[in-house]
Protein backbone atom coordinates (compact mmCIF):
# COMPACT_ATOMS: atom_id res chain seq x y z
CA UNK A 1 0.00 0.00 0.00
CA UNK A 2 1.17 3.69 -0.37
CA UNK A 3 1.51 5.39 2.85
CA UNK A 4 1.62 9.23 3.98
CA UNK A 5 3.41 10.33 6.67
CA UNK A 6 3.05 13.84 8.36
CA UNK A 7 6.09 15.71 10.06
CA UNK A 8 9.63 16.65 9.75
CA UNK A 9 11.41 15.49 12.66
CA UNK A 10 13.61 12.67 13.90
CA UNK A 11 10.79 10.59 14.87
CA UNK A 12 9.29 10.89 11.23
CA UNK A 13 12.65 9.66 9.72
CA UNK A 14 12.72 6.68 12.22
CA UNK A 15 8.79 6.24 11.20
CA UNK A 16 9.82 6.56 7.86
CA UNK A 17 13.05 4.09 8.29
CA UNK A 18 10.88 1.65 9.78
CA UNK A 19 7.60 1.76 7.64
CA UNK A 20 10.05 1.53 4.68
CA UNK A 21 11.08 -2.11 6.02
CA UNK A 22 7.84 -3.58 5.70
CA UNK A 23 7.17 -6.05 2.09
CA UNK A 24 3.21 -4.45 2.89
CA UNK A 25 4.78 -0.37 1.96
CA UNK A 26 4.24 0.08 -1.54
CA UNK A 27 5.28 3.93 -1.51
CA UNK A 28 6.08 6.15 1.24
CA UNK A 29 5.26 9.93 0.86
CA UNK A 30 6.16 12.14 4.07
CA UNK A 31 4.90 15.56 4.05
CA UNK A 32 6.70 17.76 4.15
CA UNK A 33 10.05 15.48 5.39
CA UNK A 34 13.26 16.29 5.93
CA UNK A 35 16.27 15.26 4.07
CA UNK A 36 16.75 12.10 6.03
CA UNK A 37 13.20 10.67 5.35
CA UNK A 38 13.92 11.59 1.53
CA UNK A 39 16.37 8.01 1.55
CA UNK A 40 13.11 6.37 2.42
CA UNK A 41 10.08 7.94 0.41
CA UNK A 42 9.03 10.99 -1.66
CA UNK A 43 9.66 14.10 0.16
CA UNK A 44 6.07 16.54 -0.39
CA UNK A 45 6.22 20.05 0.40
CA UNK A 46 2.50 20.63 2.20
CA UNK A 47 1.59 21.01 5.90
CA UNK A 48 0.78 18.61 8.12
CA UNK A 49 -1.91 21.03 8.76
CA UNK A 50 -3.39 21.77 5.84
CA UNK A 51 -6.16 19.34 5.25
CA UNK A 52 -7.17 20.30 2.05
CA UNK A 53 -3.80 20.08 0.45
CA UNK A 54 -3.77 16.90 2.50
CA UNK A 55 -6.76 15.29 0.63
CA UNK A 56 -5.69 16.16 -2.68
CA UNK A 57 -2.68 13.90 -2.05
CA UNK A 58 -3.84 11.52 -0.66
CA UNK A 59 -6.43 11.26 -3.96
CA UNK A 60 -3.62 11.90 -6.26
CA UNK A 61 -0.82 9.67 -5.10
CA UNK A 62 -3.83 6.28 -4.02
CA UNK A 63 -2.65 6.57 -0.25
CA UNK A 64 -4.12 3.89 1.81
CA UNK A 65 -3.01 4.46 4.71
CA UNK A 66 -2.18 8.15 7.22
CA UNK A 67 0.49 7.59 9.90
CA UNK A 68 0.34 11.26 11.92
CA UNK A 69 3.87 11.92 13.58
CA UNK A 70 3.54 15.16 15.67
CA UNK A 71 0.54 16.39 18.19
CA UNK A 72 -0.44 19.34 16.25
CA UNK A 73 -2.50 17.59 13.35
CA UNK A 74 -4.24 15.52 15.87
CA UNK A 75 -5.41 18.31 17.62
CA UNK A 76 -7.08 19.99 15.11
CA UNK A 77 -8.78 16.91 13.80
CA UNK A 78 -6.72 15.09 11.25
CA UNK A 79 -8.61 12.50 11.88
CA UNK A 80 -11.90 13.20 11.76
CA UNK A 81 -11.33 14.92 8.70
CA UNK A 82 -10.37 12.10 6.77
CA UNK A 83 -13.47 10.13 8.42
CA UNK A 84 -15.86 12.46 8.02
CA UNK A 85 -14.75 12.71 4.30
CA UNK A 86 -16.77 10.57 1.68
CA UNK A 87 -13.87 10.04 -0.13
CA UNK A 88 -11.25 9.76 2.54
CA UNK A 89 -13.32 7.75 4.99
CA UNK A 90 -11.80 4.31 4.39
CA UNK A 91 -8.31 5.33 4.49
CA UNK A 92 -6.34 4.01 7.59
CA UNK A 93 -5.66 6.65 10.07
CA UNK A 94 -3.04 6.21 13.35
CA UNK A 95 -3.85 9.04 15.45
CA UNK A 96 -6.51 9.80 17.47
CA UNK A 97 -9.90 12.08 16.84
CA UNK A 98 -9.63 15.50 18.24
CA UNK A 99 -11.73 14.48 21.11
CA UNK A 100 -9.42 11.92 22.25
CA UNK A 101 -6.31 14.06 21.39
CA UNK A 102 -7.39 16.48 23.97
CA UNK A 103 -5.29 14.02 26.70
CA UNK A 104 -2.15 16.17 25.10
CA UNK A 105 -4.23 18.86 23.72
CA UNK A 106 -5.68 20.25 26.85
CA UNK A 107 -3.72 19.46 30.54
CA UNK A 108 -7.23 20.21 32.56
CA UNK A 109 -8.81 17.76 30.57
CA UNK A 110 -6.32 14.94 30.89
CA UNK A 111 -6.20 15.21 34.63
CA UNK A 112 -10.34 15.25 34.86
CA UNK A 113 -9.53 12.01 32.75
CA UNK A 114 -7.22 10.90 35.10
CA UNK A 115 -9.67 11.41 38.09
CA UNK A 116 -11.95 8.87 36.40
CA UNK A 117 -10.31 5.94 37.38
CA UNK A 118 -8.18 7.62 40.26
CA UNK A 119 -5.18 7.11 37.64
CA UNK A 120 -1.87 8.12 39.93
CA UNK A 121 -1.04 12.23 39.29
CA UNK A 122 -0.05 14.63 40.86
CA UNK A 123 -2.89 16.39 42.90
CA UNK A 124 -4.44 19.94 41.00
CA UNK A 125 -6.83 22.79 40.76
CA UNK A 126 -7.66 24.78 37.61
CA UNK A 127 -8.27 28.28 37.06
CA UNK A 128 -9.14 30.94 34.31
CA UNK A 129 -9.82 34.65 34.45
CA UNK A 130 -13.07 34.35 36.15
CA UNK A 131 -11.87 33.03 39.25
CA UNK A 132 -7.85 34.46 38.82
CA UNK A 133 -8.08 35.56 42.86
CA UNK A 134 -8.90 32.03 43.89
CA UNK A 135 -5.89 30.77 42.08
CA UNK A 136 -3.39 33.79 43.81
CA UNK A 137 -5.08 32.62 46.95
CA UNK A 138 -4.62 28.72 46.53
CA UNK A 139 -0.92 29.35 45.21
CA UNK A 140 0.21 31.27 48.83
CA UNK A 141 -1.34 28.24 50.43
CA UNK A 142 1.09 25.65 48.56
CA UNK A 143 4.51 24.06 49.31
CA UNK A 144 6.91 25.18 46.93
CA UNK A 145 8.15 24.54 44.30
CA UNK A 146 5.33 25.10 42.15
CA UNK A 147 4.06 23.81 39.13
CA UNK A 148 1.69 25.80 36.56
CA UNK A 149 0.85 24.62 32.83
CA UNK A 150 -0.90 26.40 30.12
CA UNK A 151 -3.65 24.18 29.06
CA UNK A 152 -3.05 23.86 26.14
CA UNK A 153 -0.31 23.57 23.61
CA UNK A 154 2.55 25.47 23.76
CA UNK A 155 5.28 24.29 21.81
CA UNK A 156 6.59 22.47 24.69
CA UNK A 157 7.45 25.82 26.46
CA UNK A 158 4.05 25.32 28.67
CA UNK A 159 5.29 24.57 31.66
CA UNK A 160 7.03 26.92 34.85
CA UNK A 161 8.27 25.31 37.53
CA UNK A 162 8.86 28.11 40.25
CA UNK A 163 10.65 28.34 43.67
CA UNK A 164 9.18 31.56 45.19
CA UNK A 165 5.07 31.86 45.96
CA UNK A 166 5.11 35.96 45.01
CA UNK A 167 6.70 35.02 41.27
CA UNK A 168 4.76 31.80 40.83
CA UNK A 169 1.61 34.37 41.88
CA UNK A 170 3.28 36.75 38.65
CA UNK A 171 3.42 33.80 36.41
CA UNK A 172 0.32 32.77 36.80
CA UNK A 173 -1.24 36.04 36.07
CA UNK A 174 0.92 36.68 33.11
CA UNK A 175 -0.29 32.99 31.75
CA UNK A 176 -3.76 33.96 32.12
CA UNK A 177 -2.74 37.21 30.57
CA UNK A 178 -2.00 35.58 27.10
CA UNK A 179 1.97 35.28 28.00
CA UNK A 180 1.12 31.65 25.82
CA UNK A 181 -1.57 32.86 23.90
CA UNK A 182 -4.89 31.31 24.24
CA UNK A 183 -2.99 27.74 25.50
CA UNK A 184 -3.11 29.99 28.87
CA UNK A 185 -6.61 30.63 28.84
CA UNK A 186 -6.91 27.80 31.64
CA UNK A 187 -4.14 27.04 34.13
CA UNK A 188 -3.43 24.49 35.62
CA UNK A 189 -1.27 24.15 39.15
CA UNK A 190 -0.24 21.04 39.90
CA UNK A 191 1.56 19.77 43.41
CA UNK A 192 5.09 18.77 42.54
CA UNK A 193 6.52 15.08 41.74
CA UNK A 194 10.04 14.47 42.66
CA UNK A 195 11.06 11.69 41.56
CA UNK A 196 12.99 10.16 37.89
CA UNK A 197 11.24 10.17 34.47
CA UNK A 198 10.32 7.71 31.85
CA UNK A 199 8.13 7.38 28.88
CA UNK A 200 6.06 4.57 28.19
CA UNK A 201 4.45 3.58 24.83
CA UNK A 202 1.34 2.12 23.96
CA UNK A 203 -0.19 1.34 20.56
CA UNK A 204 -4.10 1.32 21.03
CA UNK A 205 -7.29 0.97 18.83
CA UNK A 206 -9.12 2.03 21.66
CA UNK A 207 -9.92 -1.10 23.42
CA UNK A 208 -6.95 -3.47 22.94
CA UNK A 209 -3.07 -1.87 22.98
CA UNK A 210 0.57 -3.80 22.90
CA UNK A 211 3.19 -1.78 24.86
CA UNK A 212 6.49 -0.56 22.88
CA UNK A 213 9.79 -0.64 24.19
CA UNK A 214 10.12 2.31 27.35
CA UNK A 215 12.58 4.95 26.97
CA UNK A 216 14.24 7.95 28.94
CA UNK A 217 14.91 11.11 27.39
CA UNK A 218 17.07 14.02 28.47
CA UNK A 219 15.40 17.45 28.02
CA UNK A 220 18.31 19.42 29.43
CA UNK A 221 20.83 20.97 27.15
CA UNK A 222 23.57 20.78 29.32
CA UNK A 223 25.93 17.52 30.33
CA UNK A 224 24.16 16.46 33.84
CA UNK A 225 21.37 17.52 33.48
CA UNK A 226 21.31 21.33 33.71
CA UNK A 227 20.70 24.44 31.94
CA UNK A 228 17.42 25.49 29.19
CA UNK A 229 15.01 22.75 28.43
CA UNK A 230 15.02 21.56 24.61
CA UNK A 231 13.25 19.27 22.59
CA UNK A 232 15.30 16.46 23.71
CA UNK A 233 19.11 15.89 23.70
CA UNK A 234 19.09 12.19 23.52
CA UNK A 235 17.60 8.79 25.04
CA UNK A 236 17.98 5.17 26.22
CA UNK A 237 15.86 1.96 25.93
CA UNK A 238 15.24 0.33 27.83
CA UNK A 239 15.33 1.82 31.04
CA UNK A 240 17.33 -0.24 33.72
CA UNK A 241 15.37 1.08 36.62
CA UNK A 242 11.93 0.31 35.17
CA UNK A 243 12.22 -3.58 36.15
CA UNK A 244 9.32 -5.91 36.12
CA UNK A 245 7.58 -5.16 39.51
CA UNK A 246 7.46 -1.12 38.53
CA UNK A 247 6.47 -2.01 34.69
CA UNK A 248 3.51 -4.32 36.29
CA UNK A 249 2.13 -1.40 38.55
CA UNK A 250 2.32 0.69 35.30
CA UNK A 251 0.08 -1.46 33.38
CA UNK A 252 -2.45 -2.20 36.18
CA UNK A 253 -2.28 1.30 37.22
CA UNK A 254 -2.24 3.53 34.44
CA UNK A 255 -2.08 2.18 31.19
CA UNK A 256 -5.01 -0.17 31.58
CA UNK A 257 -7.71 2.26 33.34
CA UNK A 258 -6.63 4.66 30.44
CA UNK A 259 -7.50 2.32 27.85
CA UNK A 260 -10.85 1.24 29.52
CA UNK A 261 -11.69 4.91 30.05
CA UNK A 262 -10.97 5.66 26.54
CA UNK A 263 -12.87 2.60 25.76
CA UNK A 264 -16.10 3.71 28.16
CA UNK A 265 -16.17 7.22 26.74
CA UNK A 266 -16.46 5.63 23.42
CA UNK A 267 -13.89 8.30 22.23
CA UNK A 268 -11.93 7.12 18.92
CA UNK A 269 -8.01 6.45 19.31
CA UNK A 270 -6.69 3.86 16.79
CA UNK A 271 -2.82 5.47 17.51
CA UNK A 272 -0.39 5.92 20.15
CA UNK A 273 -0.26 7.33 24.06
CA UNK A 274 2.50 8.28 25.61
CA UNK A 275 2.79 7.97 28.93
CA UNK A 276 5.02 10.33 30.37
CA UNK A 277 5.65 8.79 33.95
CA UNK A 278 7.92 9.52 36.72
CA UNK A 279 8.60 6.99 39.60
CA UNK A 280 7.94 8.95 43.30
CA UNK A 281 9.25 6.53 45.78
CA UNK A 282 8.95 3.64 44.17
CA UNK A 283 5.74 4.34 42.45
CA UNK A 284 4.62 5.63 38.90
CA UNK A 285 2.50 8.60 38.61
CA UNK A 286 1.49 10.13 34.85
CA UNK A 287 2.90 13.26 34.10
CA UNK A 288 1.21 13.86 30.98
CA UNK A 289 -0.32 12.09 28.26
CA UNK A 290 0.70 12.63 24.61
CA UNK A 291 -1.08 11.52 21.77
CA UNK A 292 1.61 10.17 19.70
CA UNK A 293 5.23 8.72 19.70
CA UNK A 294 7.90 11.05 21.75
CA UNK A 295 11.30 13.03 19.96
CA UNK A 296 14.16 11.61 20.74
CA UNK A 297 11.82 8.59 21.84
CA UNK A 298 10.98 7.41 18.66
CA UNK A 299 14.68 6.58 17.65
CA UNK A 300 15.20 4.17 20.29
CA UNK A 301 12.05 2.62 20.34
CA UNK A 302 11.54 1.95 17.21
CA UNK A 303 14.74 -0.03 16.56
CA UNK A 304 14.46 -2.12 19.15
CA UNK A 305 11.17 -3.13 17.94
CA UNK A 306 11.26 -6.02 15.66
CA UNK A 307 7.93 -6.31 14.64
CA UNK A 308 6.47 -5.30 11.05
CA UNK A 309 4.97 -2.21 11.81
CA UNK A 310 2.75 -1.54 9.11
CA UNK A 311 0.85 -4.92 9.81
CA UNK A 312 0.71 -3.83 13.52
CA UNK A 313 -1.18 -0.47 11.84
CA UNK A 314 -3.14 -2.91 10.02
CA UNK A 315 -3.95 -4.80 12.97
CA UNK A 316 -4.90 -1.29 14.76
CA UNK A 317 -7.71 -0.87 12.31
CA UNK A 318 -9.01 -4.26 11.85
CA UNK A 319 -9.60 -4.95 15.62
CA UNK A 320 -7.07 -7.95 15.79
CA UNK A 321 -4.53 -6.13 18.14
CA UNK A 322 -4.73 -8.60 20.64
CA UNK A 323 -3.24 -11.11 18.41
CA UNK A 324 -0.20 -9.30 18.07
CA UNK A 325 3.05 -10.19 20.11
CA UNK A 326 5.96 -7.81 20.23
CA UNK A 327 8.65 -8.94 19.80
CA UNK A 328 12.16 -6.49 21.19
CA UNK A 329 15.86 -6.63 20.40
CA UNK A 330 17.15 -7.11 23.80
CA UNK A 331 20.34 -4.84 23.05
CA UNK A 332 20.07 -1.30 24.70
CA UNK A 333 19.64 1.41 22.31
CA UNK A 334 21.32 5.12 22.84
CA UNK A 335 20.45 8.19 20.79
CA UNK A 336 22.53 11.47 20.80
CA UNK A 337 20.99 14.23 19.23
CA UNK A 338 23.60 16.80 17.28
CA UNK A 339 22.14 20.20 17.59
CA UNK A 340 22.29 23.91 16.55
CA UNK A 341 25.19 26.24 18.55
CA UNK A 342 22.92 29.00 20.58
CA UNK A 343 19.70 26.22 20.46
CA UNK A 344 17.65 26.10 22.21
CA UNK A 345 17.38 29.87 22.17
CA UNK A 346 18.54 31.70 18.54
CA UNK A 347 20.56 29.82 16.35
CA UNK A 348 21.55 29.51 12.86
CA UNK A 349 20.02 27.79 9.66
CA UNK A 350 21.63 26.76 6.50
CA UNK A 351 25.41 25.72 7.80
CA UNK A 352 26.64 22.60 5.69
CA UNK A 353 27.03 19.02 7.41
CA UNK A 354 29.77 16.82 6.50
CA UNK A 355 31.22 13.43 7.45
CA UNK A 356 28.59 10.92 7.15
CA UNK A 357 30.56 8.92 5.30
CA UNK A 358 32.58 8.38 8.30
CA UNK A 359 30.09 6.99 10.08
CA UNK A 360 30.17 3.35 10.93
CA UNK A 361 27.80 1.24 13.45
CA UNK A 362 25.14 3.61 13.86
CA UNK A 363 21.84 4.79 12.67
CA UNK A 364 20.97 8.52 11.46
CA UNK A 365 18.05 9.78 11.88
CA UNK A 366 17.65 13.27 10.16
CA UNK A 367 15.84 15.55 12.64
CA UNK A 368 16.06 19.50 11.19
CA UNK A 369 18.04 19.10 7.87
CA UNK A 370 17.42 19.96 4.41
CA UNK A 371 18.63 18.92 1.28
CA UNK A 372 19.80 21.49 -1.41
CA UNK A 373 20.97 19.61 -4.54
CA UNK A 374 24.32 16.99 -3.24
CA UNK A 375 24.79 19.12 0.40
CA UNK A 376 23.13 18.30 3.12
CA UNK A 377 22.14 22.18 5.39
CA UNK A 378 20.81 22.08 9.22
CA UNK A 379 17.61 22.91 9.25
CA UNK A 380 16.76 23.37 12.59
CA UNK A 381 17.50 23.31 16.20
CA UNK A 382 17.92 19.52 16.59
CA UNK A 383 19.55 18.83 13.87
CA UNK A 384 20.36 14.85 13.75
CA UNK A 385 19.80 12.05 16.42
CA UNK A 386 22.73 9.15 16.13
CA UNK A 387 21.09 5.85 17.16
CA UNK A 388 23.83 3.02 18.31
CA UNK A 389 22.59 -0.42 19.76
CA UNK A 390 24.89 -2.34 22.31
CA UNK A 391 24.88 -5.10 25.35
CA UNK A 392 24.87 -1.81 28.13
CA UNK A 393 24.79 1.56 27.74
CA UNK A 394 28.52 2.10 27.96
CA UNK A 395 28.97 0.41 24.62
CA UNK A 396 25.44 1.85 22.91
CA UNK A 397 26.55 5.55 24.01
CA UNK A 398 30.44 4.98 22.97
CA UNK A 399 29.07 4.17 19.50
CA UNK A 400 26.91 7.41 19.18
CA UNK A 401 29.24 9.44 20.86
CA UNK A 402 32.18 8.56 18.39
CA UNK A 403 29.93 9.38 15.09
CA UNK A 404 28.81 12.47 16.92
CA UNK A 405 32.32 13.63 16.65
CA UNK A 406 32.81 12.81 13.05
CA UNK A 407 29.79 14.49 11.74
CA UNK A 408 30.46 18.18 11.40
CA UNK A 409 28.50 21.15 11.06
CA UNK A 410 29.64 25.12 12.19
CA UNK A 411 28.60 25.16 15.84
CA UNK A 412 27.26 21.55 16.49
CA UNK A 413 26.57 20.78 19.93
CA UNK A 414 25.76 17.62 21.86
CA UNK A 415 25.60 16.01 25.42
CA UNK A 416 28.20 13.15 25.84
CA UNK A 417 26.58 11.60 29.04
CA UNK A 418 23.28 10.16 27.77
CA UNK A 419 21.84 7.60 29.61
CA UNK A 420 25.04 7.79 32.16
CA UNK A 421 23.09 8.37 35.35
CA UNK A 422 21.35 4.87 35.22
CA UNK A 423 24.59 3.39 35.15
P1 LIG B 1 4.89 18.49 30.47
O1 LIG B 1 4.82 19.49 29.36
O2 LIG B 1 3.62 18.27 31.21
O3 LIG B 1 5.61 17.25 30.05
O4 LIG B 1 5.93 19.09 31.53
C1 LIG B 1 7.26 19.35 31.15
C2 LIG B 1 8.19 18.84 32.20
O5 LIG B 1 7.93 19.52 33.43
C3 LIG B 1 8.03 17.37 32.52
O6 LIG B 1 8.74 16.55 31.65
C4 LIG B 1 8.57 17.32 33.92
O7 LIG B 1 9.98 17.28 33.90
C5 LIG B 1 8.14 18.62 34.50
N1 LIG B 1 6.89 18.48 35.27
C6 LIG B 1 5.63 18.60 34.81
N2 LIG B 1 4.73 18.40 35.78
C7 LIG B 1 5.44 18.15 36.91
C8 LIG B 1 5.08 17.86 38.26
N3 LIG B 1 3.81 17.82 38.67
N4 LIG B 1 6.07 17.65 39.13
C9 LIG B 1 7.38 17.71 38.74
N5 LIG B 1 7.76 17.98 37.49
C10 LIG B 1 6.81 18.20 36.58
N1 LIG C 1 10.48 13.64 24.35
C1 LIG C 1 9.31 14.23 24.84
C2 LIG C 1 8.28 14.52 23.84
O1 LIG C 1 8.32 14.04 22.73
O2 LIG C 1 7.35 15.24 24.16
Not at 183 to 209: C, P, Q, R
Request: hydrophobic letters at 40%; one cysteine or more.
Amino acid sequence: MNILLLGSGGREHTFAWKLTQSPICKQLYIAPGNAGTAQHGININISPEDFPALKKLTLEKDIQMLVVGPEAPLVKGVYDFFKNDEKLKNIIVIGPSAEAAQLEGSKAFAKKFMQKKNIPTAAYREFTLENIQEGIDYIARQKTPIVLKADGLAAGKGVLIINDITEAQAEFKAMLDGKFGAAGNKVVIEEFLDGIEFSVFALTDGKDYVLLPVAKDYKRIGEGDTGLNTGGMGAVSPVPFVDESLMQKVEERIVKPTIETLNESEMVYKGFVFFGLIRVNGEPYVIEYNCRMGDPETEVVLPRLKNDLVELFRAVETGELHKQIIEKDERIATTVMLVSGGYPEAYAKGKTMSGFEHVQDSILFHAGTKADGDKVLTNGGRVIAITSLGENIPSALALSNKNADLIQFEGKNYRTDIGKDLL
